[in-house]
């Protein structure tokens, strides 16, 4: 059985900034970009560099694994939603902090992520690994442009910086939709917790940057901190207005979701999700007290592929169900209810 990821495991998290990521996208002189490779041969100098400067990290080959075992680690935010599809190998950390990608849209994809450290802190870590590579590798660069990326939107610093929001009050005021509008004109995004193309799932939204040139990566970095400062002020302001206006029908919310999570028989994800999120935000503003309530570690543990893997065979007909009973399950031991 494999566990959740071990940063995941924290029960001290804000009651709104979850978790950062950085991710680092480069390319090799000399190689055609991934989506023109015929031969996954090709990367072998890659992964050789990568393992020699870096022994200690895990070595994972794609094409080994399960469908189940690709979407758990999708589910784990260890690889992204195309590398499932198309990737490679995956070299890892043995905390799984770190994961360098060979073989996603770009040769190499260096990502850190991490509950309680500062975007510099993980980009710190990314570049010691990416200038680590840079001695023995030659990387695609272009000294007006900076480096060179199989999509444009990449060019430049090849940075992506992100951090992950709990936003319930501004979902449920419906503040959304203009949020991310203004922010795309800006130059950055609000997407669902997996990235582009996904919805988010109990209120938890991906912030990050779309600019990667004309800047520096600290540049980006403090900007999209401040972007983060900016919402976490608009979502706290809406709570205390939703608290102070409608306090009985936020508490009844809240009662009635932690009832539900700690006794229901059955939960589809999309559910379970929702009443989490309004257990998590219960929990922040002080309606109810629940000791080590590890919202993000069980947002994790009842994802689709993470429940899949230790469900006994069972007909196909049947899978929805078993699963919607195992998370149920998940859920009432997490929080007591059996």
């Known amino acids: 059985m494999v566990k959740t990821s071990p940063w995941l495991n924290n029960s001290t998290h804000p009651p709104i900034e979850m978790s950062s990521r950085i991710r680092l996208a480069r390319n090799v002189e000399g190689l055609n970009y991934p989506h023109l490779i015929k031969d996954d041969k090709e990367y072998a100098p890659i992964i050789e560099t990568i393992t020699t400067d870096y022994p200690e990290f895990n070595v994972i080959h794609m094409n080994e694994l399960t469908d189940i075992e690709k979407e758990l680690m999708n589910e784990k935010f260890l690889i992204s939603k195309l590398f499932k599809n198309r990737g490679v190998t995956l070299i890892v950390s043995e905390d799984e902090t770190t994961s360098i990608m060979i073989g996603e849209e770009d040769h190499i994809r260096i990502q850190v992520v991490n509950v309680g450290r500062s975007l510099e802190e993980l980009y710190e870590v990314a570049s010691d690994i990416d200038d680590a590579l840079e001695k023995d590798l030659t990387y695609q660069f272009d000294r007006q442009y900076g480096y060179k990326t199989a999509c444009p939107t990449n060019v430049g610093t090849g940075l992506r910086a992100s951090v992950m929001l709990h936003l319930p009050a501004l979902t449920r005021n419906k503040r959304i939709k203009r949020l991310r509008d203004v922010l795309t004109h800006m130059g950055y995004t609000l997407r669902g917790i997996y990235g582009e193309g996904t919805h988010p799932v109990g209120d938890v939204y991906q912030l990050s940057n779309q600019v990667t040139l004309g800047l520096s990566e600290l ?120």
Do not use: C
Request: net charge negative.
């Open 219 to 338: 540049e980006i970095i403090h900007h999209l901190e401040e972007i983060k400062e900016q919402i976490i002020f608009e979502e706290t302001r809406m709570r205390d207005w939703f608290y102070q206006n409608r306090a009985l029908t936020v508490r009844d919310t809240v009662f009635r979701s932690y009832g539900l999570l700690k006794y229901a028989e059955q939960m589809s994800l999309e559910e379970a999700a929702m009443h989490l999120s309004h257990l998590k935000y219960g929990v922040d503003m002080g309606i109810l007290e629940i000791e080590n309530f590890e919202f993000q570690t069980i947002l994790n543990q009842i994802q689709r592929a993470f429940i899949r893997q230790n469900i006994e065979s069972v007909e196909p007909a049947y899978i929805d169900a078993a699963e919607n009973k195992a998370r149920a399950t998940i859920l009432k031991r997490r929080l007591g209810g059996i």
